[in-house]
């Protein structure tokens, strides 16, 4: 009898522990998401990232992104000479096949909080 009790105990105390270190942890994952979350919108409102960005080779040019960029998937137009690509009646594949091949140059129009409005890309020549 008196073991079964010491058991009970043991295995009380061992939940109460469990769940000590449970709380431990979640206010730990707790406190460590928001410390992420401020040093993020610190660190993208700031100029670093931007200033890493910018340094990018622009040139190379991802086919998902004009896809995106296309259909209108991401929040800024797309311009191509001179001329903003509608979502419907274009050849897209023909677009893809010149900006693939490197006959175009891609740049950026920023807003003055540096947030992209637009997509330029202007034809180089072959």
């Given at each position: 009898?008196?073991?079964?009790?010491?058991?009970?105990?043991?295995?009380?105390?061992?939940?109460?522990?469990?769940?000590?270190?449970?709380?431990?942890?979640?206010?730990?994952?707790?406190?460590?998401?928001?410390?992420?979350?401020?040093?993020?919108?610190?660190?993208?409102?700031?100029?670093?990232?931007?200033?890493?960005?910018?340094?990018?080779?622009?040139?190379?040019?991802?086919?998902?992104?004009?896809?995106?960029?296309?259909?209108?998937?991401?929040?800024?137009?797309?311009?191509?000479?001179?001329?903003?690509i509608p979502l419907n009646g274009h050849d897209y594949e023909l677009y893809f096949s010149y900006i693939r091949?490197?006959?175009?140059?891609?740049?950026?129009?920023?807003?003055?909080?540096?947030?992209?409005?637009?997509v330029l890309y202007t034809y180089m020549g072959v």
């Open positions: 009898m008196r073991n079964s009790v010491i058991n009970v105990v043991e295995l009380i105390l061992g939940a109460l522990l469990i769940g000590l270190g449970l709380l431990y942890l979640m206010t730990q994952y707790r406190s460590l998401t928001q410390l992420t979350d401020i040093i993020t919108m610190q660190a993208v409102g700031g100029d670093r990232v931007y200033q890493q960005y910018n340094l990018a080779n622009t040139m190379e040019v991802a086919d998902e992104e004009v896809y995106a960029a296309i259909m209108g998937y991401k929040e800024y137009p797309i311009m191509v000479d001179d001329k903003l091949d490197g006959y175009y140059k891609k740049d950026y129009r920023y807003e003055r909080d540096r947030q992209i409005v637009m």
